[in-house]
């Protein structure tokens, strides 16, 4: 019932804004009509007071009435007449501003709109947010604003405000997530990136520090080697850097969807890619067009590595290391949902009380990913 008062509020408005011109337009012309009338009647008497001071004849003050008075009939027959005719086309605007106008959006609305659809107010839309993140995300500042001290509240929306580039409210939440759950090697990595986000994709000092106390917490947290020998790569320490990268490949199985990027930045800093039983590390051109990407562009073919190797899984089930690598890869792109996923499939494939399995879920445990439920 509010929409439609709305909408009847709203169409008297638009029509007196249309209406004013045509009103306004004929109230200007009978005005005008009105003000020569009364020039001309003002003549008249200055006839006759010429005339009765002697200053004009008897013939010419005859003559002069005359004129006079024939332009005052003139001009007061004008209103019977033009603007009658005025008065048809006014009418006809303002039929159809008054009438036309709101029908035609009336069909209009009830072809195109949704008439049939109930009013939801914010209250009902949160209770129910269904699949829409900005509600869920609403839902969730609304809960923490009310518990600002629930830190599961700030780990789950953290990453959310993050992948929408909400960095500063993606810092202030890891920060609260940090210091109401304590530190993890997930969440550093978050606020590193985070930090990193905010300066243009440059590991600031405070970065380094984040990254290296994620080190102190799982030294082989292929993330944060990464991104430290991205940051001597910045500051011009190419020996420092290549060290990093070297490391972080010496770690690394040789088919990790991360060690082409790596082999990249050992190249760029001088090195020799590393080779071992892996594909063929990238060429000259495949170096030089991956030192134009951007960060975001980096991650992107982390990214891709990993759902290629997903997607060859999905062929070819029977393969544990596989499957590791898959489920680590995910974790260190802080995918959580497709870690599980893949953690299941595995688990699938090698049973959980099986040599493989307990494989499968003891990397998942290492990596912070929760197992209950799987191990049935």
């Known amino acids: 019932m509010i929409f439609w008062i709305l909408v009847a509020v709203m169409t008297a408005v638009v029509a007196a804004i249309l209406l004013y011109p045509l009103l306004r337009g004929a109230k200007a012309a009978d005005d005008s009509r009105a003000g020569e009338a009364a020039v001309y009647r003002d003549q008249l008497r200055e006839l006759e007071r010429d005339l009765a001071g002697g200053l004009i004849s008897a013939d010419e003050a005859e003559y002069a009435r ?5 332009r005052l009939i003139a001009v007061s027959n004008t209103p019977a007449t033009v603007s009658g005719r005025k008065s048809g086309r006014h009418r006809l605007a303002e039929a159809f501003v008054l009438l036309l106008l709101p029908a035609m959006g009336l069909c209009l609305y009830v072809a195109m709109g949704r008439p049939d659809l109930p009013s939801q ?28 001290d629930d830190g599961k509240g700030w780990d789950v929306l953290a990453p959310i405000y993050f992948s929408t580039m909400r960095v500063d409210d993606a810092e202030a939440a890891y920060r609260n997530a940090i210091r109401l759950l304590g530190p993890s090697a997930v969440r550093l990595d978050g606020l590193a990136e985070t930090l990193m986000a905010k300066s ?23 993330r944060a080697r990464f991104y430290l020998a991205l940051g001597m790569e910045q500051a011009g320490k190419a020996s420092e850097a290549l060290s990093g990268f070297q490391a972080l490949a010496k770690q690394s199985p040789a088919d990790a969807p991360w060690m082409p990027l790596v082999n990249e930045h050992i190249a760029k800093n001088g090195g020799t890619p590393a080779t071992a039983s892996a594909p063929a590390g990238p060429t000259q051109a495949d ?17 891709g590595m990993v759902e290629s190797l997903d997607a060859k899984l999905a062929e070819n089930p029977d393969d544990l290391e596989g499957w ?38 003891a990397l998942a445990r290492e990596l912070g990913i929760a197992t209950e439920g799987l191990t049935e």
């Open 66 to 70: 005359a004129e006079v008075g024939r």
């Open 287 to 303: 170096v030089a067009a991956a030192e134009q990407m951007t960060a975001g562009d980096q991650q992107q073919m982390i990214k």
């Open 324 to 361: 590791l690598r898959l489920v680590r890869s995910y974790a260190v792109l802080n995918d959580k949902d497709h870690a599980v996923g893949a953690l299941k499939r595995g688990l699938a494939v090698f049973p959980a009380k099986s040599d493989k399995g307990m494989q499968l879920l």
């Open 200 to 222: 243009g994709g440059v590991v600031t000092d405070d970065a380094r520090q984040v990254l290296e106390q994620s080190l102190q917490l799982e030294q082989d947290n292929p």
């Open 121 to 148: 107010p914010l209250e009902a839309r949160l209770a129910n947010p269904g699949n829409d993140m900005a509600v869920l995300v609403a839902k969730a500042e609304r809960h923490l604003a009310q518990n600002p």
